[in-house]
């Protein structure tokens, strides 16, 4: 079971007038959770719909809610859990490997079963490799669990009121919330619902750091209360097999460096591929890209979103529809993940490939009206740089996997178009975020992960895509060096402070990134997969030194030396022009940033 959006608000009834019924006295935390979550964004988990009010202690009440997007296990398992000895676990996450991961169980199922035998919670998590958020009470020691997995790829919001008792933690909010913040993804927090007052713990997921510190603080800091940090939950030890591949001499840095033509892209990439040791980590890198997309393209009922509507009513139905969507601008990352789903993917159903282009308000206002929404329009309206690489890798793709039905859907967003959604829908799911490039990242994505326009090259009109999985290329220039700011602190800093940056930003992509994807492509009924931002993916890159993994020096420009790991891999699947494409940002390819504007600015518009 997953992407479950799920809501735990928290009362002491003990401050709340005793003439109240215990329903009232959760009602004033719930209602607005309960509304924004499960009515306004009811899309997001659309397969069912529980809400339960429940005394957690004598002291504490809680109102419970949880609408379900069914992705794992051969039936729904409805939410929230609760076991024989009063144990209750809402659970928005995939397992998707280590020793808890069974291929016919919900996944939720498994969780509670083994947080119901076990005394060490935090310990339990250690055996759960996928992304997820969650809430456990454990009843026996009254302490309320919550928090996100290591990397935090799943979403959970909380609001704490110290005056009134009351606590809501829920996977999406609005800006009805007051004072809302993103659990941060730094460990598991714990609390101990024996006390009549709200108190916190943290049990930090990896020995605390300068970035666990500055969170912490920031954290108490909004809160108003003070977090007890407790034991480090253990990390799993080093892998063997991660270790094979690693090259600690550093040769092929002096190989790099002594190259002559590293300006000629194809004989560079060429000659790297002939390095035993460069190939091999090629190799090793293709092994675990191939299992991270291969477990997240299978893990799902076999059926697409308009069919398990009808498998939901009880009817049996053969469905050969697309379930599989890809996130396609035509670059480097989307066009790898592309290849390798291919392969996993049964070849009778199509695979959507995702594009997203807004308006051209310059080419727009300057057209005659009687030629508006004609094709020649809408071809130079929306012939933004993303359309355009992603029909170029488009055909690089069929040359490849001549054999698959591709669905290139070009997702076309007018001005008015964003204005209406950014403003009745975007703006709640980015909340707390605010600033102008959560704005047109966020946007993009919601048009994005919609996935409703016209597919190239047919006669189907308006088609919106019937996947449940959407792949994302998210997490890959900060794991193998794409930004263009890599390049500078390299120049300017060296190679050490490279490696921190390179650390620093995969520690932090949670609370930039992922928490907000999150909301914004779950509110389609549809659940983001990342496989670059798998455990076993990013334990092996991270062992590997920089140059191993980029080399955005002067003798290598963008399009060669940023990603040259991942170029590499690219090239070795049998891309040609996809593998030198330079990085293209997000927000600029689809054109909907304004690049006058500073990105770390509060948006006026949300």
């Known amino acids: 079971m997953t992407d479950t959006s799920i809501s735990a608000c928290v009362a002491n009834v003990s401050d709340v007038n005793p003439s109240h019924s215990f329903a009232h006295a959760t009602h004033s935390c719930a209602r607005n959770a309960f509304v924004r979550t499960h009515g306004h964004d009811i899309k997001r988990g659309p397969d069912k719909l529980v809400t339960n009010f429940i005394s957690l202690t004598d002291v504490w009440c809680c109102h419970l809610a949880a609408s379900i997007l069914w992705t794992q296990g051969l039936k729904l ?6 076991d024989p000895n009063g144990n209750i676990l809402l659970w928005n996450g995939d397992v998707f490997s280590g ?8 996944d939720s199922i498994t969780v509670l079963n083994a947080f119901s035998k076990s005394l060490n919670i935090t310990n339990t998590l250690r055996y759960i490799q996928g992304p997820y958020s969650f809430i456990y009470f454990q009843k026996s020691s009254k302490l309320l ?16 009121n110290n005056e009134k008792s009351t606590l809501t933690i829920t996977s999406v909010g609005g800006k009805c919330f007051q004072n809302i913040l993103e659990v941060p993804a730094i460990g598991i927090f714990v609390i101990n619902l024996s006390d009549v007052k709200i108190n916190l713990t943290c049990y930090p997921w990896k020995e605390p750091d300068v970035i666990f510190e500055n969170v912490i603080e920031e954290l108490k800091n909004a809160l108003d209360i003070n977090i007890n940090v407790k034991d480090t939950i253990t990390e799993k030890e080093l892998s063997n097999k991660l270790i094979t591949h690693l090259n600690p001499t550093g040769k092929d840095f002096d190989y790099l460096e002594t190259y002559p033509c590293l300006r000629d892209f194809n004989n560079t990439i060429e000659h790297l591929l002939k390095n035993e040791i460069v190939s091999g980590r090629v190799e ?7 299992e991270a997309v291969e477990v997240r393209v299978k893990t799902k009922p076999n059926f697409c979103k308009n069919c398990i509507s009808i498998v939901l009513r009880g009817k049996s139905i053969n469905c050969n529809h697309g379930k599989v969507g890809i996130l396609f601008s035509g670059g480097l990352d989307s066009a790898i993940l592309t290849l390798i789903a291919h392969k996993y993917v049964p070849q009778n159903e199509p695979i959507d490939l995702i594009n997203v282009a807004f308006e051209k308000t310059t080419i727009a206002s300057q057209q005659d009206k009687h030629i508006k929404n004609t094709h020649l329009y809408v071809s130079q309206v929306y012939d933004v740089p993303d359309r355009k690489t992603g029909r170029q890798t488009l055909s690089e793709i069929l040359q490849i996997c001549p054999n698959r039905k591709w669905n290139f859907v070009e997702v076309n967003v007018t001005q008015a178009e964003l204005t209406k959604y950014r403003s009745s829908r975007i703006s709640d799911l980015l909340y707390p975020l605010c600033t102008i490039l959560d704005e047109s990242l966020g946007c993009a994505m919601w048009f994005a992960s919609r996935a409703k326009g016209i597919v190239s090259n047919t006669n189907i009109g308006v088609y919106e895509s019937p996947c449940r999985i959407l792949l994302l290329g998210i997490g890959a220039d900060e794991l193998f060096g794409g930004y263009m700011r890599h390049r500078t602190i390299l120049k300017h800093k060296g190679w050490n402070a490279l490696k921190q940056e390179l650390n620093d930003e995969l520690a932090k992509i949670s609370q930039r990134n992922l928490g907000r994807d999150d909301r914004i492509v779950s509110d389609h009924g549809r659940q983001s997969r990342l496989p670059y931002l798998d455990e076993n993916v990013i334990e092996y890159v991270q062992q590997l030194q920089p140059w191993e993994r980029c080399f955005p020096t002067e003798k290598m420009p963008p399009g060669l030396g940023d990603k040259l790991l991942l170029r590499l891999l ?5 891309l040609q022009n996809a593998a030198t494409f330079p990085k293209r940002a997000f927000q600029f390819g689809s054109r909907i940033a304004n690049s006058k504007e500073n990105a770390k600015d509060i948006s006026q518009r949300l």
């Open 145 to 160: 669990y919550f928090g996100r997995d290591i990397i935090g790829r799943h979403s959970l919001l909380l609001q704490l």
């Open 570 to 574: 690219g090239r070795k699947l049998g």
């Open 99 to 106: 020793s808890l991961a069974q291929n016919d169980t919900s």
């Open 77 to 82: 398992a409805e939410q929230p859990l609760i």
């Open 284 to 290: 090793f890198l293709s092994k675990l890209l191939h």
